[in-house]
């Protein structure tokens, strides 16, 4: 057996008041330097739709996207726990769909939990998935799966609406869920619910109020410019890095300095 952190670690963290250090990761290599850097949970988010697929929105992913993702995540760490993400659809349709899906997921990639977007509109599957041993991550506030609803990618949770958000983070967590995401939400409603609930919050856009903290790997490292949420923290221009060598190596190919003698063999 693996010295992988397990399910039992996120609520010691919480009770510890030990911030739980969550990053998306959607490949082998990104996961390795991820799970060495002390990363505790690698989260294969659907937000690989935008960052890996060139996607406007999470919604067209496929099941067989994100457990191709995953079993290269898993593949590359060691020490972090590992959640997938459910994508667009499955919690929408039967207990049986979602079960078929999940079970899929930690059958086939080593994923340890399913990650599952929505409140109170899914605490059936979020319940069926929990009764059968299958750990569950949640995730509420502003759910990217129903950014058609919301009409755009916009806080969620503001005056009134925060009764909502509350009441949907409850629920996940009365239905089983080991921890919840809470996305795009004001800062006192995130650290109110943090508060309230006894299972661990990882917030994104939510504030300093939560148990712990997720980020889009692109967006941490810098690497990607298709929308800057005003809640990224970039702790590396690594697209600027990655155009500058770049253009040196083609600039030292057009040149004819690159390969030179000690980038070659001699007999
Ligand atoms: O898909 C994703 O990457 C996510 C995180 C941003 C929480 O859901």
Redesign the pocket.
């Known amino acids: 057996m693996s010295s992988r952190l397990t399910v039992l670690d996120f609520p010691r963290f919480k009770a510890e008041k030990r911030p739980i250090v969550?990053v998306?990761a959607y490949d082998y290599t990104f996961a390795g330097l991820l799970d060495d850097a002390g990363v505790d949970l690698l989260?294969?988010?659907?937000?690989?739709?935008n960052v890996i697929q060139g996607h406007e929105t999470?919604l067209p992913v496929t099941l067989d996207d994100m457990i191709y993702h995953t079993k290269a995540v898993v593949r590359g760490s060691r020490r972090a726990f590992v959640a997938c993400?459910l994508p667009f659809g499955f919690c929408h349709r039967s207990a049986g769909i979602v079960l078929e899906a999940s079970i899929r997921v930690l059958k086939e990639t080593g994923a340890q939990a399913v990650?599952v977007?929505g409140g109170e509109a899914v605490v059936d599957a979020i319940r069926a998935l929990t009764e059968l041993q299958i750990p569950v991550l949640a995730?509420v506030g502003l759910?990217?799966q129903a950014v058609h609803a919301f009409g755009g990618f916009k806080v969620q949770g503001r005056g009134e609406a925060a009764d909502k958000v509350l009441a949907d983070a409850v629920a996940v967590e009365r239905a089983g869920a080991f921890a919840v995401?809470l996305?795009g939400i004001p800062s006192p409603l995130a650290e109110k619910i943090s508060k309230r609930l006894t299972i661990p919050t990882?917030g994104?856009g939510a504030g300093p109020g939560c148990d712990g903290q997720?980020?889009?790997v692109y967006d941490l490292l810098g690497l990607y410019d298709g929308f800057k949420p005003r809640f990224v923290k970039r702790y590396l221009e690594g697209g600027a890095l990655i155009r500058q060598a770049v253009a040196q190596f083609a600039d030292e190919v057009r040149s004819r300095r690159f390969p030179d003698e000690g980038h070659g063999f001699n007999e």
Do not use: A, M, Q, Y
Request: proline share 4%; hydrophobic share 40%.
């Open positions: 969550c998306t989260l294969v988010g659907d937000s690989l739709g999470t993400d990650k977007e995730h759910t990217p995401v996305e990882i994104i997720v980020l889009v």
